[in-house]
C-alpha cells in the first residue's frame, strides 16, 4: 500500500550552492514574469514598466541620490537587527530603535543646535545610539531576569516610541513657529549632516558599518559568543560565558545602531523629527535582514535593491499616473517570489510516488 | 517444499547507494531480513548504518538502488509511505509531545475516526498484552524516564499495525535491566512474526539477541554471518579489518594526592527533589575514581555541581583546599577542572552543532588570547591533530558537527577536554554510542591522562568496562553515596547489591 498524496512536501537540507543560485534566479524571472502580467492587466507595456522601473533609479544624478537615501535607513537597521537575529533574539523593536534614537539625538539638534557643528553631531550621534541602545537594552532586562517574550515586548516599545514623539510634538517640543498645526521646527543648518557627493553622509556610515558588523561576527570574540549563545544558551554557560551580560551587551549594540539610523534619517534626510522618520524601516530591515541570511555583505546588497525597486516604482507611478496601490501590487508581487523562492531554498515538493528508490 | 518462499522475505535491498557530497555513506548494499529474523547491524562510527536504516523509513533517498518489501518493489519517499508498508523506526532521539500522556502520543498523527479514550485504551493494553511492554497510559511523556518514552516509541510503531521494526542504538541509553526487559519485548514480537534490525555497539548484546548479523565498513557491506557461528572476537575483527585486543588495562600509578575534596554536598534538582544527599569523596592524582550508579540516580548534578552550573544547597567542593562552591563556570575552567558529560541525545551539552570543529574545539579556550579578537589558528591546527589521532571521520574540521555521525561527535567533545591539559578530568558517559575501537582508544587516553597525574572522575554505565579500567569505584543510589570501594578486589554482583540501595564499607582513605 503506497500513500495516496499526490504532492507532499519534504525538507531538502541537501542542495547545493549551484541549485541554491538556480532557484533565485528562477524566482527572479517568475517575478517579473507575474508582475508583468498584473501590469498588461492594468493596461500598460510590462517592458516599458519595468524597464522605467530601473532607469527610474537611475536615470539621473538626482535619481541615483535618492535611491541611496532611501536605501542607507534600511541597509543600518538591518545591520542592527541582525546582531540580535544571530543570538536568536527576535528583535522586532527596530521601528522603536529608531524612533528613540532620532528623539534622544533630537533634543540636541534643536536645543542645543550652536555648539561647534562637528562636537554637535558627535554628540547626537552618541545621544541616538544611547537612545536606541536603552530601547533595546529594556527588553533584553526583561528577558534575562524575567524571560518575558521579546518578541511581544519589542513590539509594544514601538508603539510607546511613535507616542513619545507626538507627545513632544503637541506639547514641550511643539514648534511655536507653526500657527495651530502641531509640528516640530526644522533643525537648523548647523544640526544637519553634511553632504558628500550630494548625498547626507549617513552612506559611509552604512558603509564602514558593513564591514564593522562582518567583522565583528566573524572575528571578534563577542561575536562568537553571540553565535554560541544563538545555538544554545546551556552550551554557552557550560563553556564560562555569561550569557546575561552578552544577551545584554548584544541588544544595546543592536538597539544602539537602529538608534544611529535615527538620527542620520532625522538630521541627514527629514531634517526635523517627524512621526514618521523610521516608517516602517524596521520591519523592511526584518525581510532585508533574513533574505540575506545574517550575513552584512548580503543585506548591503539586498537593501540597494529593495531601494531600487522602492525608488523605481515611485517613478514608475508618477510617470504613468498609477495609482499608489498599483505600484504596491506590483511590488508586493515581486516580494512574494523572492520570499517564497526560500521556501523552496530548504523544501522541496514531491510528486506522487516518484523520488523513492527507483535509480 | 519451495526452498526460498519470497513471502518470507520482509526486505530486500539490492544496491542501495547514498552519498552525501563526496562522502560514500553507502555503496551499493545487498541485504535481506525474514519475517520472524532478529538481524543485528554492526560497524564502526561514521559505517553508514543510521542511513541506511533511514532510507528504509523514508527520512533520506537512495541515489540508487530498488527496495522490496514484502516481495513488492517499492519506493519510499517519507516516513509516511514507510509506516504504511510495515516498517517503524526507533531513533535515538525520540519523537514524542512532552506534554501529553502515553495514549495521545501513541494515536497522534494516525489517521481514521476519533475515538475514545477508552476504547483507545483497551487497543493499546490489548497490543502491551501481546508484546509484553508496560505502558502507564495517563502518565505524562515529562514524567518518564528514558526507558519508558521508548516503550511508547515502540507502541507507536505496533499501534500503527508494522511487521517491521528498527532499532537505531536502543540500549546505548538503557540500564542492564531495561535492556532486558527491552529484548523480552523483541523476542515477543519475533515469535509473532515481526522482523527486527537492530543497531548496537554492545557486542555481548549482538550475541544475545540476534539470528544474524551485518556488518558495515566505511559504507561497505563487509560480511552477513550467522551469530550462532560467530564470536565476539570474529566480528571484531570483520568490523575493524583486523585484530583488536578486547583488554583494558590498569596501569599503576605513584604519588597519588588528593586534589578534589567534596564534602557534605547537598543539591536540588530540576524537579524541586534532593538530586543529592550529604555526598563525601576524595578524587587523588592519577587514578580513575568510577562512578556506579543507575541512570539518574545523581550523576548529572554531581558532574555540574562541581563544573560550576548548578546552585548548591549546602556542602563544599575544595581543589587543592580552596572551595570552588560560588564560583563561575569559568573560573572553575580555569582551575584545570574539565568537566565533559555526554547526555542522552549526545549534542545536547558541550557542543554547538551548527559550527565546525574548530569553532568548538575552542570554545573554553577562546578567551586565552589576549585582545578583542578570536585566533583560530591554534583551534585548527588542535582540530587536525585531534582528526588524526582519534580517528575521527569528517570531510574537514570545518563541516558542522551535526553532520558527523553520532560516534565522531563524541571523539570531538572528548578530545577538546583532554587537550585543555586538566588537572581533573571529570567524563560522564564518554563511550556512549561509540564503537568497540573507538571505545578502545577513549579508554587508553583516559589512562593516558591517569598517567600523567590527572584525577580522572569517570562516570560510566557499563559495570564490566567499570571494573577493568578504575582503580577505585563509588556507587551512588538515589543521591546517596553507598560506599567507596577497591575496583580489584570487588565484584560484579557487590557493586549491583550497592546500586540496589545496600551499603558498604568505604575505600576513602587519604594521600
Ligand atoms: N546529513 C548528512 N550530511 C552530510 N554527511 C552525512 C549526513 N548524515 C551522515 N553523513 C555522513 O555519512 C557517514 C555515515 O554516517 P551514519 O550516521 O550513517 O554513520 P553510523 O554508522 O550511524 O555511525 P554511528 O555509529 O557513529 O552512529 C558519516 O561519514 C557521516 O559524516
Ligand atoms: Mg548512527
Redesign the pocket.
Known amino acids: 500500500m503506497m500513500s495516496k498524496t499526490f504532492i507532499r512536501t519534504v525538507k531538502n537540507?541537501?542542495r547545493s550552492q549551484f541549485e541554491i543560485l538556480r532557484l533565485r534566479i528562477m524566482a527572479f524571472i517568475f517575478a517579473l514574469v507575474a508582475g508583468g502580467l498584473f501590469i498588461i492587466m492594468i493596461g500598460y507595456n510590462p517592458v516599458e514598466l519595468y524597464g522605467t522601473i530601473i532607469s527610474g533609479a537611475f536615470r539621473s544624478k538626482m535619481a541615483i541620490q535618492a535611491t541611496i537615501k532611501i536605501m542607507i535607513p534600511l541597509l543600518m537597521s538591518s545591520l542592527g537587527v541582525t546582531l540580535a537575529f544571530k543570538m536568536k533574539f527576535w528583535n522586532i523593536g527596530a521601528e522603536g530603535q529608531i524612533i528613540m534614537g532620532a528623539v534622544f539625538s533630537s533634543y540636541f539638534a534643536l536645543f542645543h543646535s550652536n555648539l561647534p557643528h562637528g562636537l554637535l553631531l558627535l554628540i547626537m550621534f552618541v545621544a541616538g545610539f544611547i537612545g536606541g541602545g536603552l530601547w533595546g537594552l529594556i527588553p533584553a532586562i526583561f528577558k534575562t531576569r524575567h524571560n518575558t517574550n521579546e518578541t511581544l515586548f519589542t513590539l509594544m516599545l514601538n508603539y510607546i516610541a511613535l507616542h513619545v514623539i507626538s507627545f513632544l510634538r503637541d506639547g514641550p517640543w511643539k514648534d511655536p513657529g507653526s500657527s495651530g498645526f502641531p509640528k516640530i521646527a526644522r533643525f537648523v543648518t548647523n544640526a544637519q549632516l553634511d553632504k558628500v557627493f550630494g548625498i547626507q553622509f549617513g552612506w559611509i556610515i552604512g558603509i564602514i558599518l558593513v564591514v564593522i558588523i562582518f567583522i565583528y561576527l566573524r572575528y571578534t570574540k563577542q561575536g562568537y559568543e553571540i553565535n554560541v549563545v544563538g545555538e544554545s544558551q546551556s552550551t554557552a554557560r557550560y563553556a564560562g560565558m555569561n550569557v546575561k551580560k552578552i544577551i545584554l551587551r548584544t541588544m544595546i549594540l543592536s538597539g544602539g545602531i537602529c538608534g544611529l539610523t535615527g538620527v542620520i534619517q532625522s538630521a541627514g534626510s527629514d531634517m526635523t523629527l517627524a512621526a514618521s522618520v523610521a516608517g516602517g524601516v524596521g520591519f523592511t530591515a526584518i525581510i532585508v535582514a533574513w533574505l540575506a541570511n545574517l550575513n552584512p555583505v548580503g543585506i548591503l546588497l539586498v537593501s540597494f535593491l529593495f531601494s531600487i525597486l522602492e525608488k523605481g516604482s515611485s517613478v514608475m507611478q508618477s510617470t504613468y499616473g498609477l495609482s499608489t496601490y498599483s505600484a504596491a501590487v506590483l511590488q508586493g508581487i515581486i516580494l512574494f517570489f523572492i520570499l517564497g523562492c526560500e521556501f523552496f531554498v530548504r523544501y522541496k515538493f514531491v510528486f506522487g510516488n516518484k523520488g523513492g528508490a527507483r535509480s | 517444499m519451495i526452498e526460498r518462499n519470497i513471502e518470507n522475505y520482509a526486505i530486500e535491498l539490492k544496491g542501495i547507494s547514498k552519498k552525501?557530497?563526496s562522502?560514500v555513506?553507502n555503496n551499493s548494499i545487498d541485504l535481506d531480513i525474514k519475517y520472524g529474523e532478529i538481524l543485528a547491524l554492526l560497524?564502526?562510527?561514521?559505517?553508514?548504518?543510521?542511513?541506511?536504516m533511514n532510507m528504509l523509513s523514508g527520512i533520506y533517498y537512495p541515489d540508487g538502488g530498488t527496495i522490496t518489501v514484502a516481495g513488492k518493489d517499492v519506493t519510499i519517499s517519507s516516513p509516511n509511505d514507510a509506516i504504511n508498508l510495515g516498517i517503524g523506526m526507533i531513533h535515538q532521539h525520540f519523537k514524542l509531545v512532552e506534554a501529553f500522556n502515553a495514549v495521545d502520543n501513541i494515536v497522534l498523527g494516525t489517521k481514521g475516526k476519533y475515538q475514545k479514550p477508552k476504547v483507545l485504551k483497551e487497543k493499546i493494553s490489548e497490543i502491551s498484552n501481546k508484546f509484553g511492554l508496560e505502558i502507564d497510559s495517563d502518565k505524562e511523556v515529562y514524567n518518564m524516564s528514558v526507558s519508558e518514552k521508548q516503550t511508547i516509541e515502540i507502541m507507536k510503531v505496533l499501534y500503527r499495525g508494522a511487521k517491521i521494526l528498527i532499532l537505531d542504538?536502543p540500549t546505548a541509553v538503557l540500564t542492564p535491566q531495561e535492556t532486558e526487559k527491552l529484548f523480552r519485548i523483541l523476542r515477543k514480537m519475533k515469535e509473532q512474526g515481526s522482523a527486527i534490525i537492530i543497531?548496537t555497539?554492545k557486542l555481548n548484546e549482538v550475541m544475545e539477541i540476534s539470528d544474524r548479523v551485518a556488518i558495515?565498513r566505511k559504507?561497505n557491506l563487509i560480511d552477513t554471518v550467522k551469530t550462532c557461528c560467530t564470536d565476539e572476537n570474529k566480528l571484531t575483527e570483520l568490523m575493524v579489518g583486523r585484530p583488536v585486543s578486547l583488554k583494558i588495562k590498569r596501569p599503576e600509578t605513584d604519588n597519588k594526592k588528593t586534589i578534589l575534596k567534596v564534602v557534605d554536598l547537598s543539591v536540588v534538582g530540576e524537579d524541586g527533589r534532593e538530586a543529592l544527599k550529604n555526598i563525601n569523596f576524595k578524587l587523588k592524582r592519577g587514578e580513575i575514581l568510577g562512578v556506579a550508579g543507575i541512570a539518574g540516580s545523581g550523576q548529572k548534578e554531581l558532574c555540574e555541581s562541581i563544573a560550576g552550573l548548578m546552585k548548591i544547597k549546602h556542602g563544599a567542593v575544595l581543589c587543592n583546599k580552596e572551595n570552588i562552591i560560588g564560583k563561575t563556570p569559568d573560573e572553575i575552567i580555569d582551575l584545570g577542572i574539565s568537566m565533559s558529560f555526554v547526555p542522552e541525545d549526545r549534542l545536547g551539552m558541550g557542543l554547538v552543532s551548527s559550527m565546525g570543529m574548530v569553532e568548538n574545539v575552542m570554545l573554553k579556550s577562546y578567551k586565552k588570547n589576549k585582545g578583542f579578537f578570536i585566533d583560530k589558528n591554534p583551534a585548527r591546527k588542535l582540530s587536525e591533530q585531534l582528526v588524526k589521532k582519534l580517528e575521527i571521520?569528517?570531510r574537514n574540521v570545518d563541516m558542522p558537527v551535526r553532520?558527523?555521525?553520532?560516534?565522531?561527535v563524541q571523539k570531538v567533545l572528548l578530545g577538546r577536554e583532554i587537550e585543555s591539559n586538566p588537572n581533573v578530568l571529570i567524563t560522564a558517559y564518554p563511550v556512549r554510542?561509540l564503537?568497540i575501537n573507538s571505545s578502545y582508544l577513549i579508554y587508553d587516553l583516559l589512562n593516558e591522562q591517569k598517567q600523567k597525574g590527572v584525577a580522572v572522575l569517570f562516570i560510566g554505565e557499563d559495570l564490566d568496562v567499570l571494573l577493568e579500567i578504575s582503580d577505585r569505584i563509588m556507587v551512588l543510589c538515589h543521591g546517596e553515596v553507598k560506599g567507596i570501594v577497591d575496583a580489584k578486589n570487588t565484584t560484579k554482583e557487590e557493586i549491583g547489591l550497592m546500586m540496589a540501595g545496600r551499603s558498604m564499607e568505604g575505600a576513602d582513605d587519604d594521600e
Not at chain 2, 560497524?43 to 541506511?52: D, F, Q, R, V
Not at chain 2, 553532520?403 to 565522531?408: F, L
Request: no cysteine; aromatic share 4%; charged share 15%.
Open positions: 537540507l541537501e | 552525501f557530497g562522502v555513506a560497524g564502526e562510527n561514521g559505517s553508514g548504518k543510521t542511513t541506511l542504538e543497531i555497539h558495515l559504507g571521520v569528517t553532520m558527523m555521525s553520532g560516534g565522531n554510542g564503537d
